[in-house]
C-alpha cells in the first residue's frame, strides 16, 4: 500500500507529477493559506504532510493526523511554523528546502537595497501620475550604494550571497552580526569584519536582515536598535517580518529618522503592512524571496525528494530534526 499524503498547496514544477505516482498523495487546489480546522480534517489518517512555510503545523494538527504520521516536509527555508519540538517528542521527522532559494532570495535584497536607495518605486509611482516636470539638481535625491558600508545580520547561505554581490560588485565594505560568532570564510572572501550589533546599526549606511526567526531574534530590531542607525541608512528585510518592530519601524521612517526601509515579510502575514503603506520610503513586497520559476521549481523537488527518500529508507539530506529518527 503507498503511503498516504496531504500536500497543503499545488506546488511549481514536475514533482507532484512523480509524488502522485510515487504515492497516494491528496493535493488541496486552492491557492488561499489553509486553515487549521481544515488542516487537522484533511490529515486525520496520512502518513506524511508536505507543507508551505506559511502553515501553522502544531501538537494539535500532529495529533489529529494520528500516530502513523512520521514525516513533515517542509516547502521552503523557514520552518517556525512548525513546532519542531513536538514533532521530534512524537517521532515525526521535519524537513526543508535550505540551499534551493539563496540565489533568488539574495538577488531580491540587493534589489530592493537599490530601489529604496534611489527611490525607484516611488519614481516609477511619481512619472504614472503625471506629475514630473523636468529635471533639478535637487530633484528626487537618494543614496549612493557603491562604497558605502553594508551590514548584514545573519551571515548564512544568503547573507554571505549578499555580500558577495555587494562587496564584488559595488566595492561596499561588509561587517555583519551572527549568533555563531566571525565567519573565517566571510572575512576572507569580502575582508568583512564581525561586530557586535550595536555597533553594525551605528556604523552601517545599509542593513539587510537574514537572520532566522527564533526566541532570540524576534523583534531584535525594535526603537531602541532603530534608533541607533544613521538617518541616511537604510533597512532591508527579505528574513521573517517579526525580527522587526514594523510599528517602531514605521514611525522611524515617518519620522525620518531612517532613510528608507524595503521589506518582503511581515510580523502578520498575510494582513496588509498598514503602518508602511501610506509611507513614501517604503517598499513592501508580497514576500516574493524565492519567487523565481527556477528556485521554486528546484524547491518542489526537494521537497518530494525528502517524502521520497523517508519512504526508501533513507535518511532525507535536509533533515532539521535528526533526533526524532532514535
Same mark, same amino acid.
Given at each position: 500500500?503507498?503511503?498516504?499524503?496531504?500536500?497543503?498547496?499545488?506546488?511549481?514544477?514536475?514533482?507532484?507529477?512523480?509524488?502522485?505516482?510515487?504515492?497516494?498523495?491528496?493535493?488541496?487546489?486552492?491557492?488561499?493559506?489553509?486553515?487549521?480546522?481544515?488542516?487537522?480534517?484533511?490529515?486525520?489518517?496520512?502518513?506524511?504532510?508536505?507543507?508551505?512555510?506559511?502553515?501553522?503545523?502544531?501538537?494539535?494538527?500532529?495529533?489529529?493526523? =494520528?500516530?502513523?504520521? &512520521? $514525516? +513533515?516536509? /517542509?516547502?521552503?527555508? !523557514?520552518?517556525?511554523?512548525?513546532?519542531?519540538?513536538?514533532?521530534? %517528542?512524537?517521532?515525526?521527522?521535519?524537513?526543508?528546502?535550505?540551499?534551493?532559494?539563496?540565489?533568488?532570495?539574495?538577488?531580491?535584497?540587493?534589489?530592493?537595497?537599490?530601489?529604496?536607495?534611489?527611490?525607484?518605486?516611488?519614481?516609477?509611482?511619481?512619472?504614472?501620475?503625471?506629475?514630473?516636470?523636468?529635471?533639478?539638481?535637487?530633484?528626487?535625491?537618494?543614496?549612493?550604494?557603491?562604497?558605502?558600508?553594508?551590514?548584514?545580520?545573519?551571515?548564512?547561505?544568503?547573507?554571505?550571497?549578499?555580500?558577495?554581490?555587494?562587496?564584488? =560588485?559595488?566595492?561596499? &565594505? $561588509? +561587517?555583519? /552580526?551572527?549568533?555563531? !560568532?566571525?565567519?573565517?570564510?566571510?572575512?576572507?572572501?569580502?575582508? %568583512?569584519?564581525?561586530?557586535?550589533?550595536?555597533?553594525?546599526?551605528?556604523?552601517?549606511?545599509?542593513?539587510?536582515?537574514?537572520?532566522?526567526?527564533?526566541?532570540?531574534?524576534?523583534?531584535?530590531?525594535?526603537?531602541?536598535?532603530?534608533?541607533?542607525?544613521?538617518?541616511?541608512?537604510?533597512?532591508?528585510?527579505?528574513?521573517?517580518?517579526?525580527?522587526?518592530?514594523?510599528?517602531?519601524?514605521?514611525?522611524?521612517?515617518?519620522?525620518?529618522?531612517?532613510?528608507?526601509?524595503?521589506?518582503?515579510?511581515?510580523?502578520?502575514?498575510?494582513?496588509?503592512?498598514?503602518?508602511? $503603506?501610506?509611507?513614501?520610503?517604503?517598499?513592501?513586497?508580497?514576500?516574493?524571496?524565492?519567487?523565481?520559476?527556477?528556485?521554486?521549481?528546484?524547491?518542489?523537488?526537494?521537497?518530494?525528494?525528502?517524502?521520497?527518500?523517508?519512504?526508501?529508507?533513507?535518511?532525507?539530506?535536509?533533515?532539521?530534526?535528526?533526533?526524532?529518527?532514535?
Amino acid at each position: 500500500m503507498k503511503p498516504k499524503i496531504f500536500v497543503t498547496r499545488s506546488i511549481p514544477g514536475r514533482a507532484l507529477e512523480g509524488l502522485r505516482g510515487r504515492f497516494d498523495a491528496e493535493v488541496r487546489e486552492e491557492e488561499s493559506v489553509i486553515e487549521k480546522d481544515e488542516l487537522i480534517r484533511r490529515i486525520k489518517g496520512k502518513d506524511a504532510l508536505l507543507c508551505i512555510l506559511t502553515d501553522a503545523v502544531d501538537a494539535e494538527v500532529m495529533d489529529a493526523a =494520528g500516530p502513523q504520521l &512520521k $514525516i +513533515i516536509s /517542509n516547502y521552503g527555508a !523557514g520552518y517556525d511554523k512548525v513546532d519542531v519540538a513536538a514533532a521530534t %517528542a512524537r517521532g515525526i521527522l521535519v524537513t526543508n528546502t535550505p540551499g534551493a532559494l539563496t540565489e533568488t532570495t539574495a538577488d531580491l535584497a540587493v534589489g530592493l537595497l537599490i530601489a529604496a536607495a534611489r527611490r525607484i518605486v516611488e519614481g516609477d509611482k511619481y512619472m504614472r501620475e503625471c506629475r514630473y516636470e523636468g529635471w533639478g539638481p535637487s530633484f528626487f535625491l537618494g543614496q549612493e550604494v557603491c562604497g558605502k558600508t553594508l551590514g548584514i545580520i545573519g551571515m548564512g547561505r544568503i547573507g554571505k550571497a549578499v555580500a558577495r554581490r555587494m562587496n564584488k =560588485g559595488f566595492a561596499m &565594505k $561588509i +561587517i555583519y /552580526n551572527d549568533k555563531l !560568532g566571525a565567519s573565517a570564510e566571510a572575512d576572507r572572501e569580502f575582508g %568583512a569584519r564581525h561586530a557586535s550589533l550595536v555597533e553594525l546599526l551605528k556604523q552601517s549606511d545599509f542593513v539587510s536582515i537574514h537572520t532566522p526567526l527564533n526566541a532570540e531574534t524576534k523583534r531584535m530590531l525594535g526603537e531602541k536598535e532603530l534608533a541607533l542607525m544613521k538617518p541616511s541608512a537604510v533597512l532591508v528585510n527579505t528574513s521573517r517580518g517579526d525580527v522587526v518592530d514594523q510599528r517602531a519601524l514605521a514611525k522611524a521612517l515617518k519620522e525620518k529618522r531612517i532613510f528608507a526601509a524595503a521589506l518582503d515579510v511581515y510580523e502578520d502575514e498575510p494582513r496588509c503592512p498598514v503602518e508602511l $503603506i501610506p509611507l513614501q520610503n517604503s517598499i513592501v513586497m508580497p514576500h516574493i524571496g524565492s519567487a523565481s520559476e527556477e528556485t521554486r521549481s528546484r524547491m518542489s523537488g526537494m521537497a518530494v525528494d525528502a517524502l521520497a527518500d523517508f519512504f526508501e529508507g533513507r535518511v532525507p539530506q535536509n533533515a532539521v530534526n535528526r533526533e526524532a529518527l532514535r
